[in-house]
Every structure is written in C-alpha cells, then in structure tokens.
C-alpha cells in the first residue's frame, strides 16, 4: 500500500512540475499574411511588433511569425511606411492567425506610380555603389573576422505533403490514415493544407577560433520522428542536410538544393544582377537603405528578393529576402525562398543572423496540385564575441555529441526551443509512432522499399538485389543470382552476407560468403568504420575491371558494344580490416589470395622450345595497405550502404601492394603503388569541374593479368571513371599516369537560346588521357618470361599493346537535364585509331537525378 501511495504522490508531483514548466513556457504565436487593402499584393518588410515588445518583419510573399513567452502582451502592431498603422489585440498564452490588409495613408484613392527606367547601367547607379560599399565591407562582418565567438543554436526541419485540402481527404490513399489528415496546416501556404510527415530537431552550442582555426559544436541534443526500421532515418538525415545546408549570404556562393547559386553580394554580383533602391526606414536608429535585385537572366542559377542594407558605416545586412525565380533552371523545386534576420550586437554594433529559415516546395510538374514542403529553420542566441573558451573545448573532433539528462524529454523541449512548436507540428511524433504500427502502413514501405532499392526485408535479414537476378553474358549466357545480407536487428557486431549464382551456358556456380565484426558496435557501413570482413567469393570478371569485381551482372550493363569473349574465373580468400578515424582518415589492411582461371578466347600461354606453353591459371598472394583522406567529407548514409558525396575539398588515396611468392601457393613477387586524386572545382555561374588525377607504378616482373589494365567500357552507358570508346582489355601498362575531367555547366549557355531556355537543359563535357609504358621486363615482345598478349583471329592479330606510342585520349560533349533525368554524350576517341574492332566514335547515355 505504502509503495502504491508512494507511485502516486510521485506521479502527482512529476505532473505538477510538468505542468508549471508548461506554463511557465506557454507561447504567444501569431501568424497570417499582410497585403495591400486594395491591389491585395503581398507587403514585405511590414514592421510586426508586440505592443511594448520584440518584433520581426513580415517576408517576401507578406507572411509573418512572431511569438513571445511574455504572457503580457496583448495587442499586436503592424507598421508600414505609406501606410496606416494598425494594432490588432491578441490572446496571451495560444496560437493564432492574424490576416492583416493594410490601407494606404490616402484613403480616399490610392494612386499607382510607375517609373520609367531607362536602359539599366551599373555606372553612376546609386544602388550598385551600395552594394559595392556593401561588398568592399564583407570580411568585417562576417562571423570569422571575430577572434572567437559563441553561441547557442537550435534548428528544426521539417517535411509536408502539400495538396488542396478537399483533394487530400478525398484521396483513397490515405483512407486508412485519417488521424494523420486531422492534422493538417491551412495557414502556411495560402490555399493549401499541409499534411507533417517528417520533423527533426537539434540544440547544439557552437564556438569558433580563428588561430588556430577551429569549428566546434557540441550537440546537447536531438529528436526526430522514427519510421522504424523500414525507412533509412539516417539516409534522410543526411539527404536533407545536403538540400538545405547552411545559408552564409557573405560567401560569394550559396549551396542550395545542391546546386551553387551566385549570392547578391558576391564580389561579381553587379555584373549578374540589377539592384534598385526602393526606400529608406530607420530601426532602433539606425537608417537602412532597402535595395532590390533581381538576375539579370532569370534562367541562371541566381536569386531575386529584398535586403535591408545599414548606413552606420558597416555597410551590413539587417535582413535578406531570396526567392528564385520559376524560370531558374532547377528541376523538381516548384517555390524556394530564404529569409535571414540579422541582430544588432550591443558590444561593436555590427549586425550578425538571428534567424535563418529557408522553405522549398517540390513536385513533378509545376502545375501539379500535389508536392512537398520542406522547411529549415535555424535560430541563434546568447551570441558573444571574442570570448575565448577553455583550451580544451576546441579539442577533438568537429561535431561531439553530449548527453544532456533528460533530453528525450517533453519537458526538456519545451523549456529548450528557441521558438515553440505550433500544434499541427507537436503532434507528428506521435502521429508517426501510431502510423508505423499499422500493418497496412508496413507493407506499403515493404513494396516500397523493394522497387527503389531492390531489396526486400523478412525479419533480421534482406533478400536482392533485384536489379542482378537475372542478367546475360557472352561467357555464361543467361544468369540467375540471387542473396542475402543480415542487418543490425540481427546483430549490431556481426555482419553475414551470400549470394548463389548459376549461368546456364558454362554450367558454372558462381557465389560469395562473407562475415564481418564490428568493433565499436555499429554497422560496417555507419561512421566511423572499425571493422574485419573475411570473404571467400568465386566470380566471373571481365580483365581491366579492377580485382574487386565489378557489379557487371547488372541487367542495364549486359548490353555491350562489340566483342567481350576474354573473361577470367575467379576464387579469391580476402581478409580485411578498415578503420576511420579523425577528420575522415581512414586505414585498411588486407589479405588476398586470387587464383585467376582464363575463359572465353582469353588463353595464358607463353614460347616454349617447341611452340607454345599453356598456363592453367595464375595465383597471387597479396597483401595491401591503403590509406584514404578526404577532409570533410559529406556522404548520403544508407542503412547498408555509404555513398560518398563530392565537395570543394580533395579526397586523397594512397595504395601499396605488396605480393609474395612461394607464400600460400602465391607465384610472383611484385609491388604495386597507386596515388589518386579526386577534387570539385566550383566555378561559380561557370557551373563546376570535378578532376580526378591518378597514377601507378608495378616494381618487379609480371605476366600481363597483373598489369594494370586500363578500366574500358564497353557498355552504351556514360561511365565517369572509365574510358568510354576503349576496349576490354586493350591497353597494359606496369606505370602510368591519367587525368580525368568533367565540366558541368549547369545551362549556362542554354539559359541565354530563346526558346531552348524553356527546356532547361545543360552542357557537359569531358576530356581523359592517359600515359603509360612497358618496361621491357614486362614486355612479352622482348622478354619470353612473360606471357603473350592476346590476340584474335586465325591472322593472330594483336588485340592488348602499350601505350608506348603516344597517350591515350577520349573527350566528349553533351547535354544533360533532358527529360530532369537523361544524360546523352558524343563521345571521341582520339589516339590508337588503328586498332582493331574499335569506334572512334560513339553516343553514350546516363541516368541522374539531380535538382
């Protein structure tokens, strides 16, 4: 009885104090949009303030949000220049909308003027000596011309279907689901409900050193709604970290949706933009010039909007408007808009960013009543400046996550948001926890999840990939393939993974086992990497395609050009151990032991006193170190999967392979060294290049198998890292070295065609060469050890040589963007022309998806 009565009176007192902190907290938050009485136009910059309080100003398309936890206030202005000033009363303590036209101060008419401009200049314009003004001022108010700053930074992101609110309870989809329809938004866009499905938060306390340069947050906490297993929370997270990365108008380019707009104070934003002072106001003092700009071709990559620029001497931003226009040559984004207020501080007067939000609807068409909201805000507070820390909070790695207690909490939300959730957003966690529950919901992703990703989930274990089921060869003819993985619901240290293959030509197995430990209790696939994989795999290959076997049981990539009749069998034992650490420095060490088994018309053989010997196949026992390090590097993160995403900073490889004869039945002693080098170029309006330099030198003498065979492609799909016009196995090399470019325009020229413009498509290009050369050691035309390069036909014509002659050399031009998704290339081959069974020439297509 006593323990019951004790429950109780616990209970009691936790609602108790859940309730006053609820109360202590409790918001006032209005909202609405303000327009022009008679025109109905959208105002932006409409001055909104709590009467005797804080303010904001309304955006671009008029809407405003401001709240406060001051359970005082009870009357709301709205103040505009040229117009009469309204104060609304509001209710203390709850969430309204406040729709606001305001009248011009002549209400008897209202008289439009419309100036005549003549032809726009930058010289003697005094809105581009502003912005010069503006620009020569950057480095000073930037956040980095500070020794050292801290602050507190909360951010919210936020995914919604959006449709008209008839057609959204009217559709049989979401029969099932009608307490997710009760809750929808029909206040944040006009004309459209809202319907939550994603919410994710984070508190995090950041500080920043100049010298030496240091970035450090600390995240006390986070919350985001769950799926459960069936959805990739984390490929989410890092998805749309990358679409709405963080907003720096100071920085002359801006990353949205990954693509790189030119900002409206860049150093050559006069030359892309026009700019138009429309008015002069004055806040706390401080008089601010409003200046308009607008792309001077609104296909480019650029933004149009409002900034409200101070005349205290720094020239800085006060507030910022950017919206892009419809016609920008963007895919998918149908409404994009950023809204960044600035904050006056009090210890240099210099102005830094309050609040930081950017909103972009998405949908297949731009007519389509359907699409996506997704919304990012950030807002900042308790801002100081050079302040330093202690030494040891800029110690380690970037990002430290820390427990706070009871952050999981409710009521640790509510007393920790910068700004309250409104009621429709409150409720999305536990509307997704009810929704994932449901059965109907769970087969739904399932069928999902299969036709995007090609594997299905029963229980600990995932059955694909459907894309490799079948597929079809020269070699094996038609092939089935089928396997298996285990995930972290089987085991967070132990990793399995199979697949059994047959072709029904050479009436061969072909499978792969595989078992792995993780060390620190996370996937193999999660940073950081600390893992040991063992792998015993017994595969076809085709000669040049690297020994980690390609996945060219792809069904798309069983469509080639010309002839592909020189194969290899494969069985290899593989043991291997990776470790990432530090800013994304990452070791492996690995065994390998290969035995590689000629197929096709491929043939090992090398002279003999009376003719020829013939080799049954090659075996090597390798050891390899590799040493990776790519310096902030960003990756879309999968559940089973981690693709790497290419950014401004260099990716550096460094590879030693060291084989050792006599060792587990290895035959040749060698040692191989590769270096590579892969780095994004960002070349503002110019779009970007990505290059890739690469080179390798074998030290010892090997037969031509384990040469570096220069990765061709003989497929009709556009390979980036491969040769597209080179044929299987047509160029050895035991040195070599490659540079590989492509170039991305992002529509640059097309923008500026009449009527081409309308398709928003865009140039590319490529151009790859390659040297190498053949030590006479490793040359089979002067050193009979080796083994002959193969040839073909009855006439025993050559069909593998060195590049001893002259680089190899391919570029091509195409258009890409065509239909949002097609890629197509011309692609020319320039050296070697007088070789046997090639095209100079070729049309190669790739598939990408991209904003």
């Avoid at 008089?287 to 296909?299: A, D, H, S, Y």
């Amino acid at each position: 009885m006593k323990i019951k009565n004790c429950r109780t009176k616990l209970g009691v007192l936790f609602f108790l104090m859940l309730m006053c902190a609820i109360t202590v907290t409790a918001q006032t938050s209005v909202k609405g949009f303000i327009r022009d009485a008679v025109t109905q136009e959208p105002l932006a910059f409409v001055s909104v303030y709590f009467q005797g309080g804080n303010g904001v100003t309304s955006n671009d398309d008029g809407s405003y949000s401001i709240s406060s936890n001051n359970g005082r206030y009870t009357a709301l202005v709205f103040s505009y220049t040229g117009y009469k000033k309204i104060t609304k009363k509001i209710v203390p303590g709850t969430e309204q909308t406040i729709n606001i036209d305001l009248e011009t101060t002549n209400s008897l008419s209202t008289v439009v003027i419309k100036a005549k401009r003549g032809k726009y200049r930058n010289k003697n314009n005094p809105a581009v000596e502003l912005i010069d003004k503006v620009i020569a001022n950057k480095e000073k108010n930037r956040i980095t011309a500070y020794d050292y700053v801290q602050y507190q930074q909360y951010e919210k992101l936020g995914l919604s279907l959006t449709n008209k609110p008839e057609k959204i309870m009217n559709n049989r989809l979401f029969k099932n689901y009608k307490f997710i329809l009760e809750n929808v938004d029909t206040t944040t866009l006009e004309g459209k409900a809202l319907v939550p499905v994603y919410l994710e938060e984070k508190l995090a306390q950041n500080y920043y050193r100049k010298n030496p340069l240091k970035n450090k947050s600390y995240i006390l906490a986070s919350k985001k709604v769950n799926y459960g297993d069936l959805i990739d929370d984390k490929g989410i997270t890092s998805y749309l970290k990358r679409l709405y990365a963080d907003i720096n108008i100071y920085d002359n380019n801006i990353v949205v949706l990954t693509s790189q707009f030119l900002s409206p104070i860049a150093d050559m934003a006069p030359t892309f933009y026009r700019f138009f002072i429309t008015d002069t106001v004055e806040n706390d003092g401080i008089k601010l010039i409003r200046l308009n700009f607008m792309p001077r071709n609104t296909t480019d990559l650029l933004f149009r909007g409002v900034m409200y620029v101070t005349l205290d001497g720094n020239y800085g931003v006060q507030k910022i408007n950017l919206s892009v226009s419809k016609k920008a040559n963007l895919n998918w984004a149908r409404e994009l808009k950023i809204d960044q207020n600035f904050e006056k501080n009090p210890a240099d007067g210099r102005y830094h960013v309050i609040k930081s939000s950017m909103k972009a609807e998405f949908a297949l068409r731009q007519n389509s009543a359907s699409g996506i909201l997704g919304e990012r805000t950030v807002s900042f507070k308790n801002f100081e400046i050079n302040k330093p820390a202690a030494d040891t909070t800029y110690t380690g790695s970037d990002e430290v996550i820390v427990n706070t207690p009871g952050s999981e909490s409710d009521s640790f939300w509510i007393s920790s948001r910068h700004q309250q959730l409104s009621n429709v957003e409150a409720k999305v966690y536990s509307n997704i926890d009810s929704l994932k529950n449901m059965k109907s919901f769970k087969n739904t992703l399932k069928i999902a999840t299969l036709l995007f990703s090609g594997w299905i989930k029963f229980g600990p274990i995932q059955i694909g990939n459907t894309n490799t089921f079948y597929s079809f060869n020269s070699l094996e003819g038609f092939r089935a393939k089928v396997g298996g993985r285990t995930t972290t619901d089987f085991s967070k240290r132990f990793y399995l993974e199979g697949y059994g293959g047959y072709g029904f030509k050479d009436k061969k197995y072909k499978y792969l086992l595989a078992g792995a430990y993780s060390f620190n209790a996370k996937s193999i696939y999660t940073y950081p990497l600390n893992y040991v994989k063992f792998t015993r795999q017994y595969e076809t290959a085709l000669p040049g395609q690297e020994l980690v076997f390609a996945p060219e049981d792809n069904f798309l990539l069983s469509f080639k050009r010309g002839t592909t009749d020189k194969w290899f069998y494969q069985s290899s034992y593989k043991l291997e151990y990776v470790h990432e650490f530090g800013k994304n420095f990452t070791y492996k060490i690995r065994y390998q032991n290969l035995k590689q088994t000629p197929a096709g018309s491929l043939v090992f053989e090398k002279p003999a006193n009376m003719g020829l010997d013939t080799i049954q196949n090659i075996t090597t026992s390798e050891f390899t170190a590799e040493l990776r390090w790519a310096p902030n590097e960003q990756f879309y993160q999968g559940i089973n999967f981690r693709t790497p995403i290419r950014n401004k900073f260099p990716i550096f490889t460094l590879r030693l392979q060291d084989g050792i004869k006599g060792f587990l039945k290895g035959q040749y002693n060698y040692q191989q060294l590769t270096l590579a080098i892969a780095k994004r170029c960002y070349l503002s309006q110019l779009g970007y290049l990505d290059v890739t330099l690469e080179g390798g030198h074998i030290f010892g003498q090997v037969p031509f198998p384990l040469l570096d065979i220069h990765r061709a492609n003989q497929s009709y799909a556009y390979q980036l890292n491969a040769y597209n016009l080179m044929n299987f196995m047509e160029f050895v090399s035991d040195n070599y070295a490659a540079v590989n470019t492509d170039l991305y325009l992002n529509g640059f020229i097309f923008n500026k065609i009449p009527l081409l413009k309308k398709l928003k498509l865009r140039e590319v290009g490529s151009f790859k060469i390659l040297y190498g050369g053949l030590r006479d050691e490793n040359n089979p035309a002067k050193n009979q050890d080796v083994y002959n390069f193969p040839k073909a036909g009855p006439l025993g014509v050559p069909t593998t040589y060195s590049l001893s002659r002259a680089p190899y050399m391919e570029a091509s031009v195409g258009i890409a963007n065509i239909f949002k998704f097609l890629r197509v290339d011309l692609v020319k081959r320039f050296a070697y022309l007088d070789h046997p069974d090639i095209s100079t020439w070729g049309i190669r297509t790739r598939v990408k998806f991209d904003f």
